[in-house]
């Protein structure tokens, strides 16, 4: 990671030496980051709207679907995709409401129908079977998919994932509690880096210089997350798919996740039959960004023991 770093930070250097603006600097910095994990940016026209995704050139028939959590995005899993040794065709959409996919206050946002949304994005690809992972939100949805199409999935990884809410998660004193809810209303830096802090206990570099346009988006956005995180909230208890599961399952976690307790964790472990259980100690609620090489690492050694 910290190589990693030094490449950013001088690849930025050299590009603002060069009289680009910002703007041009932030996208040629996303567009640097999915190079480097041979990731390729995409649509697909569906029929609730067009998905944004990114994918891989490789032809190997067991593809990895990667879900990203609440008000995140595609290149959420941008690092994590670089440190993944084995040749998946990877394929990280941006869920309905998030990044460049349709976005519309009068579509439905509750897990239910993200997952027929996503089968329909899934078919579309002409995918038969997959690995899916999916970080909080995502975790979600990614659970409720694996339940509700067993055939199409020969492994789970649930990544910090909503959907057991043990007594301890602050996250359900968020729902009681709107008026302190850090997911909303992220219109200062002050309000972003707050954010970051709550969702991952050692959020990774972001140069100041892209700070102004990632608070601009996100106060755009503001009214519409509002929106996602209600439908998104209507159901968070899928006990009984985790009960249910025949699927290989992985479960990794933050051991400082603010936003779903660490207990959830154990709970899912306990819940889903022959699950692996692997505790991240020292990071939060984002283990895919705070330590994508240690993540991706444990993901590997999950996936090529399926077979």
Not at 188 to 205: A, D, I, Q, R, V
Request: net charge negative.
């Amino acid at each position: 990671m910290y190589n990693y770093l030094i490449r950013i930070l001088f690849f930025t250097l050299t590009i603002n030496l060069m009289g680009c603006s910002v703007e041009e600097l932030y996208d040629t910095a996303i567009n640097y980051e999915r190079s480097n994990a041979k990731l390729e940016f995409k649509t697909i026209d569906l029929s609730f709207g067009q998905i944004a995704y990114l994918e891989n050139n490789s032809d190997n028939d067991s593809a990895i679907v990667l879900l990203h959590g609440f008000g995140g995005d595609k290149d959420n899993w941008n690092r994590f995709s670089a440190e993944l040794k084995a040749k998946n065709h990877i394929l990280a959409p941006d869920l309905p409401g998030h990044g460049k996919s349709v976005s519309s206050k009068n579509l439905e946002y509750s897990i239910k129908h993200q997952v027929e949304m996503l089968d329909q994005f899934i078919t579309a690809k002409n995918i038969k079977k997959i690995h899916i992972a999916g970080n909080s939100m995502g975790g979600a949805i990614a659970l409720a998919y694996a339940y509700r199409f067993p055939d199409k999935v020969d492994s789970l990884i649930l990544m910090d994932a909503l959907g057991m809410i043990s007594s301890k998660s602050e996250s359900a004193k968020l729902i009681e509690d709107k008026g302190n809810n850090p997911f909303f209303d992220i219109c200062t830096e002050e309000k972003f880096n707050n954010l970051l802090s709550f969702g991952m206990h050692k959020p990774p570099y972001i140069p100041d210089i892209f700070m102004d346009i990632l608070v601009a988006e996100k106060c755009k956005r503001a009214e519409l997350e509002k929106v996602i995180y209600k439908d998104m909230m209507k159901n968070t208890d899928f006990s009984f798919e985790a009960a249910n599961l025949s699927t290989p399952t992985l479960i990794i976690w933050g051991g400082k996740d603010r936003i779903l307790h660490v207990d959830n964790a154990a709970l899912f472990h306990k819940t889903i039959k022959g699950s692996q259980l692997v505790i991240l100690d020292e990071f939060g609620h984002v283990p895919l960004l705070e330590a994508p090489d240690e993540t991706a690492q444990i993901v590997d050694s999950f996936i090529n023991n399926i077979h």
